[in-house]
């Protein structure tokens, strides 16, 4: 029975019916202090609530499944305990996920060895997540499932992340995850909460009078002391009935610790040294317990006074405490000689090497290598599990009992590296720093720079990650050589994304063997884009016939895929729209089959410039939409923020203002937003040019004119802009600079559709009637060329504004007859790009030819679904099965088939057989 929680009540009894009746998925923190009556209200739901009708009959005719685990502190540093303990009855099911997820997830609970080693560094730590997803919703197939999550803030870090990357995913499967944690600890950003507040005076008098007898005098006392928190109330009422006194200055949770402390008192020495054990094991395990209990000479009877004071209670394999202010007071009250001894008796009965690991190091009262090195080992085995938090913690305690400081600065380091792959920035940079005031080794150095400067990017600042890298190497000893060549790699890369074109030049140089991607993004912001373009346009040739013969499939190892994100990356660079679609698409492909969660977002990132270059505008924001919901669902809110830039050219293309300038307020951070300037300022002079304001377009375009930091195919684009701005502007000598810039380029580059708008500039610019012509119609014959060679798209918008500029030339040199087939093409593009601004000229063009335009196509079938929608419609069209899809889309197929029959009425469809007309669209 509880008192004065009729709301909490109500509500969890609707979200646990919306889940029975309507498959609905929900997740909520029942958040509040010590003793608010968390657990209370969680034996409530499955013993009298919402819950307990499906322990006895009649049921429905499905089967409901109620999993349950509990946070223990001295969990805390065991990889996927909580996970193992809440998954652990239902582990036979694990042969139904798909791989790589059934591995993970098996590799987590212990039920397989995981991979070891250096190949196993840098596995992706979301894929433990994304298979207890996949599993939660395989469960509920037959009836609603219930998670429930008792004191989530003792949850190993590895067990906290893959619950709630598996919440924050949950749409549509009949799945209800209830975590009850206090106020301190357990983030779960994201997560709708439920606090649990103190109750009212009156219902606190109910819960006196159901646990204790106490004298009326007396009700009010404790009523008052009590403050309204149930456990004070139950713990304040039992102290007074025994005639002790629990008032005084300290926090509320210390007072009733001290209550606890007082019962404890009472009891005989034996019973209180059994229950050291007990605390200090804290797990509840009654096998390790008795087994350390017997080397001191104390058994399970010795707990019969502590049971029928209804301080722990006892199952067939576990001894549990009450409440864990119990152990907690336990353990607080003991001698410290006596912590010492239990945990020594603990070591030496434990057969589980982390778990001896762990009650050495708390046995030990100063450093010891041999203790470190067991802590390393178990830090080790948490990386091979993914547990990169966990791992963090164990590498930083080791570092602690280290006596060498040359061993202390390698275990920070390992440290260090571990909070990193576990996305704790700011742990990381500590660790860092307190490991190079300890060595002086070259390659620890390196190790702990590369680390450094990976936070440095992290947190958004490019410029300085690559400072730190080019830097280091070239004050290294002996200078740069092989093995500085990642470093240096790494430095170009996080140079060219900040615009820091001195240590982009710095690293093509000092790399001791030539790396044309380096040299060629050195040449390019040098303005040598001659010597630039033909290098990139190399590493891309290479790449691709590895790429057509077996996309993706072969790459096993970290350094691999970052060749492949680079090789991307450079295809972006230069514009080669059909390589980089290829690749983008190719990379995505292998991250979903691989469950690579993680690192999906970025190269998603990449995709959706090239969807945008080939006109596949519905197709980019879906891509967008995906990473962000992934980028927020592990964590990662800054990516999400730097992922809306790339939609910030279809905002300009549309005509819509206020998205545009949404997006560009996201931009996280002053170097990230350096980063990304040219991009945000040519998107809002793009939207400036095609609302007719051509003077703030002509300024914007000026400013990136001057110093373009990173001369991309899109942002070479912008010349292209000034060019039209300033002719409209009135000033089209302004803009020769620009014209000739953009020539350049596109001679160098070699891609047609550069060619295509180099020469529309010339013929804006051109003083003749005849050269502008023939400018126009090679122009147009090479965006038709484009689009045959680039397969999808082929930059339709640039085709669509070259026909547009060709069809107003024609109309004001008379020949409106002429003028009409270019504009009608343009028409149709800028309408299929619901590019509105651009759609009103081509359409008051064709008006002025004497052609009535209609009030155009209007919106497609495609435009009426969500991002989410039309990826699983294109994918499910394709003949994908709803678990195939749910596997590449990191969903339920639950909630595949949602989106399905979401999507079916606005397609006006009724079957997956009917989605086939829509391939192509």
């Not at 029942?30 to 608010?36: A, D, K, V």
């Not at 939609?647 to 203002?657: F, K, N, P, S, V």
Request: contains cysteine.
């Amino acid at each position: 029975m509880l008192y004065g929680r009729d709301a909490e009540q109500e509500r969890l009894a609707r979200l646990i019916g919306e889940a029975r009746e309507s498959r609905r998925s929900r997740a909520l923190v029942i958040r509040g202090e010590t003793g608010i009556g968390k657990s209370a209200l969680l034996d409530w739901i499955v013993e009298e609530g919402p819950w307990s009708s499906f322990r006895t009959p009649p049921m429905r005719h499905d089967a409901a499944l109620l999993l349950r685990a509990t946070g223990y502190e001295a969990e805390g540093n065991i990889v996927f305990a909580g996970l193992s303990q809440l998954l652990w009855p239902v582990r036979d099911r694990l042969d139904n996920l798909p791989e790589p997820q059934g591995s993970a997830l098996r590799g987590a609970l212990g039920l397989t060895p995981p991979p070891n080693g250096p190949s196993a560094r840098g596995r992706d730590r979301f894929t433990v997540g994304l298979a207890v997803l996949t599993l939660l919703a395989d469960l509920a197939e037959t009836g609603p499932v219930l998670c429930l999550v008792d004191d989530a803030q003792w949850l190993d870090p590895a067990s906290t992340e893959a619950l709630l990357f598996a919440a924050r995913r949950l749409a549509a499967e009949g799945v209800v995850m209830l975590f009850a944690a206090r106020d301190e600890g357990f983030t779960a950003g994201g997560l709708d909460e439920l606090r649990l507040e103190r109750l009212r005076p009156a219902d606190a008098e109910r819960v006196l009078a159901r646990h204790q007898d106490v004298p009326p005098p007396l009700r009010d006392r404790v009523v008052r002391e009590s403050a309204g928190n149930p456990l004070a109330v139950i713990e304040f009422g039992a102290a007074r009935a025994r005639g002790s006194a629990v008032t005084g200055p300290l926090p509320l949770a210390d007072r009733v610790t001290s209550a606890f402390q007082d019962r404890i008192a009472r009891l005989p020495e034996p019973t209180r040294r059994m229950l050291l054990i007990v605390a200090a094991e804290g797990r509840g395990d009654m096998a390790n317990a008795l087994a350390a209990a017997e080397r001191l000479g104390v058994s399970l009877d010795d707990l019969d006074e502590a049971e029928r004071a209804r301080l722990v209670q006892i199952t067939g394999r576990s001894i549990l405490f009450r409440h864990p202010l119990i152990g907690s007071a336990v353990y607080q009250g003991a001698p410290l000689t006596q912590r010492l001894e239990a945990h020594r008796a603990l070591a030496a009965a434990s057969h589980e090497p982390d778990c001896n690991a762990l009650h050495r190091a708390a046995a030990a009262t100063r450093p010891d290598e041999e203790i470190a090195a067991g802590l390393e080992r178990a830090a080790e085995r948490a990386c091979d599990r993914t547990g990169y938090g966990t791992a963090s913690r164990l590498f930083r305690q080791a570092a602690d009992l280290t006596p060498a400081p040359a061993a202390q600065a390698r275990r920070l380091g390992a440290a260090a590296a571990a909070a990193l792959q576990a996305g704790a920035v700011g742990d990381a940079e500590d660790l860092v720093r307190a490991a190079e005031r300890l060595t002086d080794d070259p390659a620890e150095y390196d190790r702990l720079v590369r680390v450094r400067a990976a936070v440095e990017f992290e947190r958004g600042d490019p410029r300085a990650a690559a400072r730190m890298l080019a830097d280091h190497v070239a004050h290294a000893p002996g200078g740069a050589d092989g093995d500085h060549a990642a470093l240096l790699r790494t430095a170009a890369a996080y140079a060219w994304m900040g615009g820091e074109t001195s240590v982009l030049c710095q690293a093509a140089k000092l790399l001791p063997a030539p790396d044309r991607a380096v040299q060629g993004m050195a040449r390019l912001v040098d303005g040598e884009y001659a010597a630039g373009l033909p290098l990139l346009a190399e590493v891309v040739a290479a790449a691709r016939p590895a790429a057509a013969a077996a996309p993706a499939a072969s790459r096993t190892s970290v350094d691999d895929h970052a060749h492949a994100v680079q090789v991307t990356l450079a295809a972006l660079i230069i514009g080669d729209d059909a390589s980089a679609l290829r690749l983008a698409s190719a990379e995505a492909a292998h991250y979903r089959r691989h469950g690579l969660v993680g690192a999906l977002p970025s190269v998603l990132e990449a995709l959706a410039q090239a969807q945008i270059a080939a006109g596949l505008h519905q197709d980019a924001e879906a891509t967008v939409a995906e990473a962000m919901g992934l980028a927020r669902a592990t964590g990662f809110e800054r990516r999400a923020g730097r992922l809306g830039l790339v939609l910030t050219r279809i905002a300009a293309i549309e005509g819509d203002e206020a998205r545009l300038r949404e997006l560009t307020g996201t931009a996280p951070g002053p170097s990230d937003a350096l980063a990304a300037g040219a991009l945000a300022a040519g998107a809002l002079a793009l939207l400036d040019l095609g609302l007719g304001r051509y003077d703030e377009a002509l300024r914007r375009l000026e400013e990136i004119g001057r110093d373009p930091h990173r001369p991309t195919a899109d942002v070479m684009l912008s010349a292209a802009d000034q060019v039209e701005a300033a002719v409209r502007a009135g000033r089209p000598d302004s803009a020769r600079p620009a014209a000739d810039r953009l020539r350049a380029w596109a001679e160098a580059g070699r891609q047609t559709w550069a060619h295509a708008v180099a020469l529309r500039c010339q013929a804006l610019l051109d003083d003749t009637e005849e050269a502008a012509r023939t400018a126009y119609e090679r122009a147009l014959e090479l965006h038709e060329r484009a689009a045959r060679e680039a397969g999808p798209g082929g930059r339709p918008f640039e085709k669509a504004r070259t026909e547009l500029l060709y069809g107003e030339w024609l109309r004001r040199a008379r020949q409106r007859s002429e003028a009409r087939v270019p504009l009608r093409s343009a028409l149709e593009i800028f309408e299929r790009l619901r590019a509105v601004p651009w759609t009103d000229r081509a359409r008051a063009e064709l008006r002025a030819t004497g052609e009535g335009a209609g009030a155009g196509q209007g919106p497609g079938l495609l435009d009426r679904l969500t991002p989410q929608e039309l990826q699983v419609v294109r994918l499910a069209a394709d003949g994908v099965s709803s678990r195939e899809i749910a596997a590449q889309l990191f969903l339920s197929p639950r909630t595949v088939e949602y989106h399905l029959y979401k999507a079916y009425p606005k397609l006006g469809v009724s079957s997956r057989r009917e989605l086939s007309r829509l391939r192509g669209t």
